[in-house]
């Protein structure tokens, strides 16, 4: 017997469906629970990634169960109550409670395919290595026919994760991988999430099949393609010639900058586009769809070192910048691609021609970074009178700045920030509905199960 507590189960059945990409009414893969001498293991696989949870359980005897992936789906809860799950002559059954009633399901036995081994050689990374996961997962895209775009690549001799959407480039080096050569593995969406956890190290090794990463008590193994091919970096790069000028966006006016061009829901492509205007002010113009007035955002705490310029950008991969954390963007011309770097990453990303960029218009509505009310994030009291006195004095001294910068806003500036809040209901309630929808499939799943499928009834007391 094998006994896994509900909110186990919940975490389980979500991560191990966001790894496998399944919804609520596929079937998905059987589950391995699986006791040695010292570990529980709990793993699932399909033909792109393999996963497992480990947790100890030492003093346990040697068991193996192989149950459907609809167990997880039957016994997950918010609580800690136990399950227990054994193996009766070619059947899976699990007893549990759900609010004090005791329940009971039997599943048939079912088969599993051999699940991968650890590497012979493991390198020890920092925890950043999952964070640059996840950003290159964000970067990649799910369109690709020539080229591998929705793959990430490992560069073992450079210590490199590269990805690209052949529009977009980003580069993290700085890595340990134990072996030679590039390596192609899937962009799966689950290293976008935290789900996995942090670790202050991660274990990377491969068998020349799979690629393996292990962090705190999952262990992630990824298909290595061996048949996809990849763009060329250099290509990327070769493009970029000297910088000219150079954008620095101050921390400030970054964050109005996300905030202003956020997406909208249901715009077109059109609306994508923003022009960046660097003369002898920073401003930053768009379109909005619906809108018969272009915006125009003043960048009043950043500056511009170089040529005057201006350049046509798509306004994602411009907040994709700044959400990286990038504050300087280097341009080489208007028809070059702009670049942003430090010291482990590089961020590539190409510019739309001159063409459709947005022109200075009299009647535009006109926004100044600095006239905003933004509040600067509240550091957290320490004990002691003089370190509270400390805190309300700089409390006292931002409010009095930002009453003497703030002015009374225009009904052009109204009437943005109204429309602004719009979009943000509008997306919220679109969210909203796309829950509600998951949960009524769910509900409509469970019905199906206990009703048809298997046989759920209360256990015997």
């Known amino acids: 017997m094998i006994i896994v507590s509900r909110s186990l189960i919940r975490e389980l059945k979500t991560v191990l469906s966001r790894g496998l990409g399944i919804t609520s009414r596929q079937t998905g893969p059987p589950v391995e629970f699986l006791v040695d001498q010292h570990d529980l293991r709990i793993r699932t696989q399909n033909q792109q990634i393999a996963m ?3 947790l100890p359980a030492a003093g346990l005897e040697n068991q193996h169960i192989v149950a459907p992936f609809g167990l997880l789906r039957c016994c997950h809860g918010t609580k ?3 399950v227990q799950i054994q193996g009766q002559e070619k059947t899976i059954q699990a007893e549990w409670q759900d609010a004090g009633i005791p329940q009971s399901i039997e599943y048939p036995e079912v088969e599993c395919e051999g699940f991968p081994e650890l590497p012979d050689q493991l390198e020890q990374n920092e925890s950043r290595l999952m964070v640059a996961l996840g950003d290159a997962c964000e970067t990649a895209t799910t369109d690709s026919a020539r080229y591998a775009l929705n793959h990430i690549q490992f560069s073992g001799a450079r210590g490199q994760i590269v990805v690209t959407d052949g529009r977009q480039l980003l580069v993290q080096s700085g890595f340990q991988f134990p072996w030679d050569g590039d390596l192609l593995v899937p962009a799966n969406r689950l290293l976008i999430s935290n789900d996995l956890g942090y670790s202050k190290s991660v274990e990377v090794g491969s068998d020349g099949k799979w690629l393996m990463l292990r962090s705190r008590n999952w262990t992630i193994w990824l298909k290595i393609n061996t048949d996809a091919r990849f763009p060329d970096i250099k290509d990327q790069f070769s493009s970029i ?3 000219v000028a150079t954008l620095s966006i101050t921390d400030g006016d970054a964050e109005f900058l ?3 061009l956020k ?8 609306s994508d586009n923003v022009t960046l205007d660097l003369n002898g002010s920073i401003t930053v113009r768009s379109r909005e769809e619906g809108q018969e007035r272009q915006c125009e955002y003043i960048q009043n705490r950043s500056k511009r070192s170089g040529e005057v310029i201006r350049i046509n950008s798509n306004r994602n991969y411009l907040t994709r910048a700044l959400r990286l954390g990038f504050r ?3 341009l080489s011309g208007a028809d070059s691609p702009a670049s942003c770097t430090d010291e482990f990453r590089t961020y590539v990303w190409a510019l739309f021609t001159q063409a459709g960029a947005l022109v200075s218009q009299s009647d ?3 926004i100044e970074s600095r006239s905003m009310n933004a509040k600067a994030p509240r550091s957290r009291a320490k004990h002691g009178s003089n370190s509270s006195m400390t805190t ?3 409390d006292s001294k931002r409010i009095s700045s930002e009453t003497e910068q703030t002015c009374d806003p225009s009904p052009d500036q109204v009437l943005t920030q109204m429309r602004s809040l719009c979009g943000n209901l509008t997306e919220t309630l679109s969210q909203t509905r796309e829950l509600m929808s998951v949960l009524r499939e769910q509900s409509q799943d469970w019905n199906r199960t206990t009703s048809t499928k298997y046989s759920c009834k209360p256990a015997e007391v």
Do not use: F, I, L
């Open 80 to 82: 800690s109550d136990p």
């Open 258 to 260: 996300k905030t202003a």
């Open 364 to 366: 535009a509505v006109r």
């Open 241 to 243: 010639a000297g910088t």
């Open 392 to 394: 309300a004095q700089t």
């Open 52 to 54: 497992e949870y480990r």
């Open 263 to 270: 997406p909208r829901p249901y715009t077109s492509e059109e």
């Open 328 to 330: 300087n963007v280097y």
